[in-house]
């Protein structure tokens, strides 16, 4: 059987069942298929056919299923992409896989777009989203094409359906070839250990490039599930779909089923639907299982599975024991062995390699013989490189990964064995050990130490491993670091980066502000919120470890709030390391993940410390002055570039930047590019600034205007241009002050530009001398009284107030009175644009006028620098009349 | 007026006018407890018992700073005054015509003013309690609420005093069946042979079977209670004078006529009817009826 | 001139000057004012019977702001009125509330000036308002070098930008002392030759460091009759008179004539009526509108009636310093903060402090009898207070 013929099948039987639900979207088997066949009509008619490699890079969404089917319904191969990766990850994909085809989801379009050039073997790319950018087929139009007749796949059991990339710990990323066999196995193997019954509801969030929730949609097809997909995962929105959409199971990886237990949210909502979570990807702690099932009544079933083995391999029975700690037992038609070096099985509890054998076992990698042989042995055995025990009952449990033993001395030594012993020690959160090369002994062990107090020095850490383990496998280093192990997304620690960290040294915690434990509680009296303590009555003890630490009860007491130390008669208690609970306090540990990790640790009511989170306003830390230097800004200022400001300007902007910390930079704006070079380099504005200035400036701290205007900032050159680059650059952070930024209130405010038309009447006096603009004339009128001319004239003298009704013909022609340069021109409101400086504008004594009879108007803006006084000018008239004094275009010098 | 002159002429020109408007800190935690949590904040003046909504700094009256005295409203309300936008403008947020209301939340002294929708405008009232429908995508405005939607009633209650009429009138119709008979005598307890024993009813002046006298009138409380005044109403009084036997397989009907208000105490009488598929009188009498009080 | 009864300056009050205040809406920003200035004549709200009220609506875009101010200003249920004279609206805002209390119709008025002006774009609102036909096009909104032009011609190159740039770096040390004004820069006198050639030219020799600020900010001021006066304070400034004077703006924006006649029109009128024969002797104080460093010093002669260069002498021999014989602006003038509707108030509140001795650090080191306020609009617009200590009428 094919897995088109697997899908049609489960058509069949369960045509009018609920296959999918998405949100507000719900398909039946029948109407899901539908959408199948119109996509796979709709792949034929683009030339796709058998055996062609088709990539799905989209999030999940019914679209990502239906493209999967209709993939394999033609009998093309499915390739989903990660959509954790990025750009160059996803280059490499394309290029190795060399498929033609590839359908991807408006959100990945930014990275796609960089790469496409790159990938020169897609032909036909399909996008999904709402809006179509119009540069590739449009999904959406496909699916319109409507053509639902069926389509059924001829595809043999051996033939390919799916390459799935996995990035492994080393090594490049690897095609994981699957053969419709494969696929139909597993389903089955699934079907077969989870013992549903039929038309259960599975609540699908894990991401559908995994193997994972990938098999697991399929099997439901089996037995006539309803999948209710979901685009992630959140604790929140979990119960509220558990209650609605009545979900029986569901699959998770451990951080999930920790994060629900500690979620309060969960009590509104009816859960009785739930029967059982399956858990993978990683081990869980006896803990978290025994609370969950204990709380929620319901079973977690542990699993393990690869890529490279389709998906589930070994499971917890559903129906036998469920052995904490273990993978469980192998599915059936699956064998799973421990075996050593030479290929033979161990007694129990004998470590060796899990091995894995059976029809989900992959066909190979694809375009990699050498790799595929190092995996698959020539009796069709699949080498996990991981280090198992069997137990009695055939329970498997894993010891460590093989790459990850550590060879010393011709010893072997499992890093797990240490992470575990040394983890028991109370001032030690987790623990992770890595071989380092070693002259001598080969390798040596290396451990890296999340400390839970941070007075735990490495003395200590080294005497409590000497104590609880044997002297071969004491760490000959130790390392306490002052961040998180480093993870991938499902929370697994990364070996490889964690060898890197031995070679290369581990990364420092960011300094922030100096904040220390007793700021924080001596503030909190003032920092009360009075209506949210309303009601309230309890002590909260805080004891906090390690450096600057203490103990401290903050006593509640209906609205009113007093801190005083030590711990009286507490509600509830928690403790903590200092470092963390200050990280917690400024918001850069959440105190979720902390408690969830453990370090934070409670003891007592634990909703009351729910409510207490809002009890608080923000605590502010002291301000410090972030470090920052002239170079920081220069070298920043390419990453900070908004390439739409810089749009249309070419211009260099040189910067002299004196005194300590200074230089000489030019940043060069190319229409939208922006390079920053170290000296002066034909600058057309330059910049002269004390350092100190430059960096206040930056920061805001030193309004440029007031520094431009307070000459501390001084400009040569094209100053409008200066005045554009203004908006060249995203604001600039220091680099420690990032969190201090994040804390300040946000502001709100709204911008809006009204536009009101207005209507202007001349009259009959200045409309007769603007009318006289029409033949080149201009007019005067004179006071009866004083007998003085006006220009432009008024009804009245304005001295005299006396009509004044007089027409005399003055100029054209005249000379200069008095002129005025302007080097600034305020911008256009409405377009930001400022007029080109400086321009002159001059009191003209034209002919037939004496004293202050003048007119106000502009010189020819070429004339500006020859002109003076008394010089000689005429009008020039504007060809293209308003009506306006603009009519004169200007007045030039008469040569 | 005087004559136009030759020279003068118009000129159309454009005002450009740009402005920003900063919320301050006060509007700002207004608004953004509205984008974030979808929570609507009100400022209380202790001195003068007030909230205001939107949050003011002062209190009007008083004066006084009440700029850290927030209180959590409901999110719902009732409509104070309301008008109907019928024109087009290009800033309005919606196409009209649309409900612009003045809402008093829950738990706030003053009014906001929202737009209403979900409701027909000829149905538009005040005193309609609404809620607040929030907007999906923040704009940083008074529009983070996109608008207010009626609040639908658990029940719709019966007809209020207010809306009673002389003359207004309900029944209900039901055939009695000798089940019908035998669960009353096992709920009642009566199981007089006249009714159950056909042997014995024949020697009673009916010649055969009747029904108990208190089955057909009991056909009345869904008519008082479901229907007229209807679901909330409470009678204190019923009265009943029997006029004709019910035989098994009669259809009764039985019918409530409003035909007075008592109106010191605001409740209705009614006069009863009950009558059998041959238009016999079976039974008559009067109820005394509370009707509901609208739901506030 | 008489008046139907006395009038006294009893509370000032003046919100932050800044830039930058996003973190108060108007009537937020006004009630620090008003707040201020109750507490200052020792008041409540209760206590004023009438709010004169006033900006320049359209530089921030807000219709009938009055009404949306109560918040602020306390007009609840009170007897308000609307200034918007739109020149120099903060004078006006006195002139209103001094003829309210003068009159008898109020015992108490609160008077308030307030500018948001990083709501608007005065420049563009000015610009745009300006006469469509004459001078829209040629516009640069209140910006002219022809003053500087002028005193260039007159005086010398030289002396004339070293007098200008003398009076800049006073009024910055003053501003030094008043923790309200917005720009404070601390210039040193040794940056006079520098600031003169370095600090941008807008036009002409009219260059940045001269130019006042955009500022927001609020002021009330606090009117009362001669009996609640003397109930609620110790040292009221007494209002003795004013004088608006206005002049056709005539031919665009300054014509080439001499332009402010409007200022020494005022004094003339002003000084004849109340006996002043010598206004250099006989004000203690002078309280200037100057938008610039340049009007200042020319504006100078216009007020004190001078014809030759003693205004330049009085700066170069530092006489209008805070301690000096004729000090002026000792707040730091509109240099240092320029709230636009505000700002003419400003100049009275601040001599009134000095009446008051009231104004802090930057009081006179000297007994004020007499103050002189000016404040300057739409370009034409003069008004000129005279404030006494002692009762005047």
């Known amino acids: 059987m094919n897995v088109g013929q697997y899908i049609d099948e489960a058509v069949n039987r369960f045509k009018d069942y609920p296959y999918l639900q998405y949100y507000d979207t719900t398909y039946t088997y029948g109407q899901f298929l539908q959408k199948v066949h119109i996509l796979a009509n709709a792949l034929k008619d683009l030339g796709f056919k058998k055996g062609d490699f088709i990539h799905v890079w989209v999030q999940n969404s019914p679209e990502t299923l239906i493209a999967y089917y209709a993939i394999i319904k033609i009998g093309a191969v499915a390739g989903p992409i990660n959509g954790w990766w990025k750009g160059a990850e996803v280059e490499y994909l394309l290029n190795d896989s060399q498929g033609s085809g590839l359908i991807v989801e408006d959100q990945y379009l930014e990275f796609f777009n960089g790469i496409k050039d790159n990938c020169p073997h897609l032909k036909t790319i399909i996008e999904i989203g709402p809006e179509k950018s119009g540069d590739y087929l449009a999904f959406e139009d496909l699916m319109e094409k409507g053509d639902d007749s069926s389509v059924s796949c001829d595809a043999d059991p051996e033939d390919t359906a799916f390459i799935f990339y996995t990035s492994g710990t080393t090594g490049s990323p690897k095609g994981v070839l699957l053969s419709h066999k494969n696929i139909v196995a597993d389903a089955n193997m699934i079907n077969e250990a989870l013992k549903t019954g039929e038309n259960r509801n599975f609540l699908c969030f894990l991401p559908l490039f995994h193997v994972n929730a990938l098999l697991t949609c399929i099997s439901c097809l089996g037995k006539g599930h309803q999948v209710v997909l979901r685009q992630g995962f959140s604790a929140s929105e979990f119960w509220e779909v558990v209650e609605q959409q009545k979900i029986n199971f569901w699959s998770a990886v451990p951080a999930v089923y920790q994060i629900l237990l500690t979620d309060p949210s969960r009590q509104k909502y009816d859960l009785s639907s739930m029967e059982f979570g399956i858990c993978g990807a990683a081990p869980m702690t006896k803990e978290v299982m025994q609370d969950f099932e204990d709380t929620f009544g319901v079973k977690i079933l542990e699993g393990y599975g690869l890529t490279e083995g389709t998906c589930v391999s070994t499971i917890n029975p559903m129906d036998g024991e469920r052995k904490v700690g273990s993978i469980g037992l192998p599915l059936p038609d699956q064998e799973v062995l421990i075996v050593d070096e030479a290929g033979n099985e161990q007694p129990p509890h004998a470590p060796g390699e899990i091995v894995i054998r059976g029809d989900n076992v992959m066909q190979g990698y694809y375009n990699k013989p050498e790799e595929t042989a190092k995996i698959l042995d020539k009796h069709g055995f699949l080498h996990t490189e991981d280090i198992g025990i069997k137990d009695e009952d055939g329970y498997i449990f894993i010891v460590d990964r093989m790459k990850d033993m550590i060879i010393r001395g011709g010893e072997n030594i499992y890093p797990k064995e240490i992470d575990n012993v040394l983890s028991a020690h109370p001032k030690i959160l987790e623990a992770a050990t890595v071989g380092v090369p070693d002259d001598t002994m080969g390798e040596e062990g290396k451990v890296f130490i999340v400390p839970q107090d941070s007075s735990l020095t490495e003395e200590e850490v080294t005497e409590y491993a000497k104590k609880n383990l044997a002297d071969f496998k004491v760490p000959k280093y130790v390392e306490i670091l002052e961040v998180d192990l480093p993870r991938n997304p499902i929370g697994k620690v990364l070996k490889k980066t964690l060898r890197q960290w031995a070679e290369e040294g581990a990364p420092k915690r960011e300094k922030g502000p100096q904040v220390s434990v007793a700021d924080i509680f001596g503030t909190m009296e003032e920092r009360a919120i009075p209506e949210n303590l309303k009601g309230i009555v309890a002590n909260y003890g805080y004891r906090i470890t390690g450096d600057g630490g203490d103990e401290w009860t903050v006593c509640v007491n209906d609205g009113e709030v007093k801190v005083v130390e030590g711990i009286k008669d507490p509600d509830v208690t928690t403790t903590c390391d200092a470092q963390d609970w200050i990280d917690i306090t400024l918001g850069k540990l959440d105190g979720m993940s902390a408690f969830t990790s453990g370090k934070l640790k409670v003891e007592g009511d634990l909703n009351l410390l729910t409510k207490a989170t809002q009890f608080f306003k923000k605590y502010q830390p002291p301000a410090a002055e972030p470090e920052v230097s002239v170079a920081d800004i220069f070298g920043t200022m390419e990453a900070r570039v908004i390439p739409e400001n810089v749009k249309g300007v070419v211009a260099n902007y040189g910067y002299r930047i004196t005194g300590d910390g200074g230089g000489e930079w030019t940043v060069c704006a190319n229409d939208g590019e922006v390079k920053v070079v170290e000296g002066i380099q034909n600058p057309d504005v330059t910049t002269t600034c004390a350092a100190q200035d430059w960096i206040d400036i930056t920061l805001g701290k030193l309004d440029g205007m007031s520094a431009f205007t307070s000459g501390k900032l001084q400009v040569e050159g094209d100053i409008g241009l200066l005045t554009k680059a203004t908006k060249f650059f995203k604001k600039y952070t220091p680099p420690s002050g990032a969190a201090m930024e994040e804390e300040r209130e946000e502001l709100l405010s709204k911008k809006q530009i009204l536009s009101i038309p207005q209507r202007f009447a001349t009259g009959p006096v200045m409309g007769k001398f603007l009318n006289a603009f029409k033949d080149k004339k201009i007019l005067a009128n004179k006071c009866p009284s004083c007998g003085r001319l006006q220009l432009p004239p008024r009804e009245v003298c304005a001295e005299c107030v006396v009509r004044a009704d007089e027409w005399v013909e003055v100029g054209p022609e005249g000379i200069i009175s008095i002129m005025d340069i302007t080097y600034y021109a305020s911008p256009d409101p409405l377009t930001g644009e400022s007029r080109e400086t400086p321009y002159v504008a001059a009191h003209f004594l034209l002919d037939g006028c004496k004293g202050h009879e003048t007119l106000w108007h502009e010189l020819k803006p070429s004339d500006h620098a020859r002109a003076k006084k008394g010089d000689r000018v005429r009008p020039v008239w504007n060809p293209d009349r308003k009506g306006a004094i603009t009519d004169i275009l200007y007045f030039e010098l008469v040569e | 007026m005087s004559k136009p002159s030759p020279d003068s002429f118009v000129i159309d020109g454009k005002l450009a006018l740009p402005y920003q408007y900063f919320a301050g800190r006060t509007g700002s935690r207004f608004l953004i407890s509205i984008r974030d949590e979808k929570k609507i904040k009100g400022l209380k003046c202790e001195k003068c018992n007030k909230v205001f909504v939107p949050p003011r700094q002062t209190c009007e009256r008083c004066f006084a700073d009440i700029s850290e005295n927030w209180v959590e409203l409901e999110n719902a309300g009732t409509v104070t005054g309301f008008t109907i936008i019928r024109y087009a403008e290009p800033h309005q947020p919606f196409k009209p015509p649309y409900i612009l209301a003045q809402i008093q939340l829950d738990g706030a002294d003053t009014s906001l003013t929202h737009i209403v929708k979900g409701v027909a405008l000829s149905q538009m009232k005040t005193g309609i309690r609404v809620q607040a429908k929030f907007a999906k995508n923040p704009t940083n405005s008074i529009m983070d609420i996109d608008h207010f939607r009626p609040v639908k009633p658990k029940f719709e209650l019966g007809y209020s005093y207010d809306d009673l009429e002389i003359g207004m009138s309900a029944s209900f119709t039901k055939t009695i069946t000798e089940s019908d008979v035998y669960q009353f005598a096992g709920i009642s307890g009566d199981f007089n042979p006249m009714h159950l024993n056909e042997e014995f009813a024949k020697m009673t002046p009916f010649g055969t079977r009747i029904a108990h006298g208190a089955l057909p009138q009991s056909l009345i409380a869904p008519v008082l209670g479901m229907k007229l005044p209807g679901l909330g109403t409470v009678i204190p009084e019923i009265t009943v004078r029997f006029r004709k036997p019910t035989y098994f397989g009669d259809t009764v009907t039985a019918t409530a006529e409003v035909v007075e208000f008592i109106e010191d105490r605001r409740w209705v009488k009614l006069e009863l009817t009950w009558t059998n598929q041959r238009d016999e009188l079976v039974a008559e009498g009067h109820a005394i009826a509370i009707p509901p009080t609208p739901m506030g | ?393």
């Open chain 3, 1 to 393: 001139m008489n008046k139907n009864r006395n009038v006294g300056i009893i509370g000032v009050g003046q919100s932050e000057f800044s830039s930058h205040r996003e973190d108060v809406n108007q009537p937020e920003m006004i009630h620090e004012a008003v707040v201020e200035a109750l507490n200052h004549a020792g008041m409540t709200i209760d206590d004023v019977d009438c709010i004169v009220h006033g900006n320049m609506e359209l530089f921030e875009m807000i219709h009938q702001p009055d009404l949306w101010h109560v918040l602020g200003s306390g007009a609840y249920g009170k007897e308000t009125m609307r200034v918007t004279t739109g020149g120099t609206t903060g004078a006006t805002l006195c002139c209103a509330a001094d003829h309210l209390v003068a009159s008898g119709l109020h015992d108490v008025v609160l008077a308030i000036g307030f500018e948001k002006l990083q709501e608007g774009h005065t420049t563009g609102g000015i610009t745009n308002m300006a006469d469509p036909l004459w001078a829209r096009q040629l516009q640069t909104g209140a910006l002219t070098g022809m003053t500087a032009e002028q005193m260039i011609n007159e005086f010398g190159e030289d002396r004339a930008k070293r007098a200008s740039m003398k009076y800049r770096i006073m009024m910055d040390r003053h501003a030094m002392k008043n923790h309200k004004a917005h720009r404070r820069f601390d210039l040193q006198w040794d940056q006079a030759e520098d600031l003169m050639v370095n600090s941008p030219a807008l036009v002409g020799e009219l260059r940045m460091i001269h130019m006042c600020s955009q500022s927001d900010g609020a002021c009330v001021m606090i009117f009362a009759s001669e009996e609640k006066a003397k109930q609620f304070c110790k040292q009221p400034a007494w209002m003795k008179d004013h004088i608006t004077v206005h002049r056709e703006e005539c031919f665009h924006i300054f014509g080439d004539a001499p332009v402010l006649m409007s200022h020494r029109y005022a004094a003339e009128k002003l000084f004849e009526r109340n006996g002043v024969k010598d206004p250099k002797k006989e004000i203690d104080v002078f309280e200037m509108y100057d938008p610039s460093s340049w009007w200042g010093l020319d504006w100078l002669r216009e007020f004190l009636l001078f014809d030759g260069d003693e205004h330049l002498k009085m700066v170069e021999n530092d006489e209008i310093a805070i301690d000096g014989e004729f000090p002026i602006n000792p707040s730091g003038g509109v240099i240092a903060s320029n709230p636009i509707g505000a700002t003419a108030m400003v100049r009275v509140a601040e001599a009134a402090l000095q009446i008051m001795e009231d104004a802090g650090e930057h009081q006179v080191p000297k007994t004020v009898n007499q103050a002189m306020a000016s404040g300057f609009g739409g370009t034409m617009w003069t008004v000129l207070f005279l404030m006494t200590r002692d009762i005047p009428w």
